[in-house]
């Protein structure tokens, strides 16, 4: 009874601090929403879509850490997200945690979930961490991904008994998923265990866009009906991608969403790399202002579901021109996923 009402709290806490990010984020445009930020490239496993990772990369060290936290703080940002690589292999994970708080901002991680053990669980709780993805590419693992069900069910069910942060277990389909109705497995067991459940599209090793065969249609759309409503649901956006048809909308990446890898660089997402390519410690509100009105060329066929939900507050407003000449060129080493 004491942990479904600590629960509770915290989840009402989550909404209210929710509530107020959003009327924040419809009053003015100049800060990011959310930002996702790299403490570490390497990760424990090697799933053949993926581009994000690599097998050899040192942990960002955590004064490092603090200095960027603290100019996302600087510059309004609202949520924070951890990303990968495995963030779970940072060694100062929690610290990071800790000063994403301290910033007032929200917390979140995404992680493939193998290194999650009860005390681990437990450490994040009082790290302050307030939402966990965990994505769960198949029901049993094969070639292109270890992220199975079979494997990781044990890990949900310690998160069901551990967690007091929320909880959403994401699903895939299209390119390189050989059984797409594996995804209706795994959303079932996530809301039987209590959690949200969605259902993303997935990109081919290249970043590329494979529009959905009609079985996976199908079951992206059965997935829908288990989702609950949450803005995090840009069915629109979804549905286009599914057929492999492009989305007309104002990408805000740059602005209100940034992507910070690892080296400190300020990109407009994971699949687009090297743009604008500024360090996040020289990053102003004049950069925010000027990418807030760039025309991303990339944003027709686009599956980052993230920069749609942020981009959906401003898709009225602020028109957009195309971008100038990159500020970045092929010579530093950064690429762009075409």
């Known amino acids: 009874m004491l942990t479904k009402l600590r629960r509770g709290a915290r989840a009402l806490h989550r909404n209210l601090r929710g509530a107020k990010m959003v009327a924040r984020a419809l009053a003015a445009t100049d800060h990011p929403l959310l930002a996702h930020i790299i403490p570490m490239r390497r990760c424990n496993l090697a799933c053949t879509y993926c581009n994000e990772f690599d097998d050899f990369s040192k942990p960002v060290p955590i004064e490092e850490m603090y200095r960027r936290i603290d100019k996302l703080g600087a510059l309004g940002t ?14 100062e994970l929690d610290d990071v945690i800790r000063r994403i708080r301290a910033n007032d901002m929200v917390a979140g991680l995404i992680t493939n979930g193998y290194l999650l053990v009860a005390d681990r669980i437990q450490r994040l709780n009082r790290a302050g961490l307030e939402w966990l993805q965990i994505s769960i590419d198949n029901v049993n693992p094969d070639e292109v ?33 050989s059984h797409p109705q594996d995804a209706l497995v795994i959303g079932k067991r996530a809301v039987e265990l209590g959690f949200s459940s969605t259902i993303g599209i997935i990109h081919d090793s290249d970043g590329q866009l494979q529009p959905l065969a009609e079985e996976e249609r199908r079951i992206y759309h059965e997935m829908q009906a288990l989702e609950k409503s949450s803005f995090t649901r840009v069915n629109a956006f979804q549905d286009n991608i599914a ?7 104002r990408c805000r990446a ?24 500024i360090p996040l410690e020289k990053y102003t509100r004049e950069d925010l202002r000027r990418e807030y009105l760039t025309e991303k060329s990339c944003a027709p066929h686009c599956t980052v579901s993230c920069v749609h939900q942020v981009s959906i507050f401003d898709s009225w407003r602020a028109p957009q021109h195309p971008a100038d000449v990159p500020s970045v060129s092929a010579s530093n080493g950064l690429v762009q996923i075409e």
Not at 78 to 91: A, D, F, Q, R
Not at 149 to 177: C, R, T, Y
Not at 243 to 249: I, V
Not at 261 to 269: D, I, K, Q
């Open 78 to 91: 609202s949520v924070v997200t951890i990303s990968g690589g495995e963030p779970l292999m940072h060694p």
């Open 254 to 277: 740059g602005a209100r969403y940034l992507y910070i890898c690892e080296n400190g660089l300020v990109h407009y997402c994971s699949q687009q790399r090297g743009y604008p390519g």
């Open 145 to 177: 991904s270890k992220k199975s069900l079979k494997v990781l069910d044990k890990k949900l069910q310690l998160l069901a008994e551990h967690a007091d942060f929320h909880v959403n277990i994401n699903s895939v389909v299209g390119s390189g998923i």
């Open 243 to 249: 057929k492999g048809l492009p989305n007309n909308w």
